[in-house]
Antibody
């Protein structure tokens, strides 16, 4: 059974940093691209980051480029999102998801970890 | 960025009725080289994460009931539920993955 379990969320002050993790199981992690997608309190979904199966390629929207870094450890089946210079608009539920490639739909999502940026 | 617009924002139907919901993209998500539409539909039930229903605009994900059908091409897409069941209570999102990745605002389906 495919499982994606996020952790690391919490309350952080504006300008602060946080690192999210996603533990994957039930599939060959190194065969898949991985993604972070967030859902705002208004329930809007926003793509946050993509990393290739081997970890060599990463992609970000302009809204987080330079502030967020996606990485992975294929030996440990873990995905990460390092977030810095956090803003109130980064407040959201953060999901990790998997997909076959840059131009494929995300087929499994985790249950999410909540991030609140507030003073 | 390609903007995705869904309508209606919400609808309420009785069990057994047919439902259609719309998704329009600001630019075509049809890739001419392979004639594939880079459009997916997700279902998000209350308290759960999104679940993939449809990809390539009309390909049903494994295990998805055949009452769910995706159609359309280019910039206009439709998700149809042929006979709504109580368990279909959810928000449905469309998502394009051709150019960057963007999502529609969702259609909330309520059961009368």
């Amino acid at each position: 059974e495919v499982q994606l379990v996020e952790s690391g969320g919490g309350l952080v002050k504006p300008g602060g940093s946080l690192k999210l993790s996603c533990a994957a199981s039930g599939f060959t992690f190194s065969d898949y691209y991985m993604y972070w997608v967030r859902q705002t309190p208004e329930k809007r979904l926003e793509w946050v980051a993509t990393i290739s199966d081997g970890g060599s390629y990463t992609y970000y929207p302009d809204s987080v480029k330079g502030r967020f870094t996606i990485s992975r450890d294929n030996a440990k089946n873990n995905l990460y999102l390092q977030m810095s210079s956090l803003k109130s608009e980064d407040t959201a539920m953060y999901y990790c998801a998997r997909g076959r490639g840059v131009y494929y739909a995300m087929d499994y999502w985790g249950q999410g970890t909540s991030v609140t940026v507030s003073s | 960025n390609i903007m995705m617009t869904q309508s209606p924002s919400s609808l309420a139907v009785s069990a057994g009725e047919k439902v259609t919901m719309s998704c329009k993209s600001s630019q075509s998500v049809l890739y001419s080289s392979n004639q594939k539409n880079y459009l997916a539909w997700y279902q998000q039930k209350p308290g759960q994460s999104p679940k993939l229903l449809i990809y390539w605009a009309s390909t049903r994900e494994s295990g998805v009931p055949d009452r769910f059908t995706g159609s359309g091409s280019g910039t206009d897409f439709t998700l149809t539920i042929s006979s709504v069941q109580a368990e279909d209570l959810a928000v449905y999102y469309c998502h394009q993955y051709l150019s960057s990745r963007t999502f529609g605002g969702g259609t909330k389906l309520e059961i009368k």
